[in-house]
Nanobody, 128 residues
Framework: RVHLVESGGGSVQAGDSLKLSCVVSGYTEDNCVGWFRQAPGKEREAVAAIVTQGRRTYYPDSVRGRFTISMDNTKNTLYLQMTSLKPEDTAMYYC??????????????????????WGQGTQVTVSS
């Protein structure tokens, strides 16, 4: 069974940095791991992912250049380094295992699937 435990959320000022961690256990498929976020009234969206096949990383335009995803396989820990945080980054952040890459026209993106496992979430609040 996949088990994901996030940590590192908090309340920061705009422009600050924050690093989220997620201990991943039980995920043997090694297809896709990533970070999603969900703000009140909005859909959950992927903000960073590592897709094993082809070793691609994904970032939407909203965070590209500010967020960096990494995986330490020796510690089974997934990280999300967030810099230059903005108030619009305020959301609950979730670690995910078994996300999927998808294509819409010429646009490649990452989304969740029926088999995606989720952590409990960690709140990130950015004030202006």
């Amino acid at each position: 069974r996949v088990h994901l435990v996030e940590s590192g959320g908090g309340s920061v000022q705009a422009g600050d940095s924050l690093k989220l961690s997620c201990v991943v256990s039980g995920y043997t498929e090694d297809n896709c791991v990533g970070w999603f976020r969900q703000a009140p009234g909005k859909e959950r969206e992927a903000v960073a992912a590592i897709v094993t096949q082809g070793r691609r990383t994904y970032y939407p335009d909203s965070v590209r250049g500010r967020f960096t995803i990494s995986m330490d396989n020796t510690k089974n820990t997934l990280y999300l380094q967030m810099t230059s945080l903005k108030p619009e980054d305020t959301a609950m952040y979730y670690c995910a295992a078994d996300c999927v890459g998808a294509v819409s026209g010429s646009w490649w993106y990452v989304r969740s699937s029926e088999t995606t496992s989720w952590g409990q979430g960690t709140q990130v609040t950015v004030s202006s």
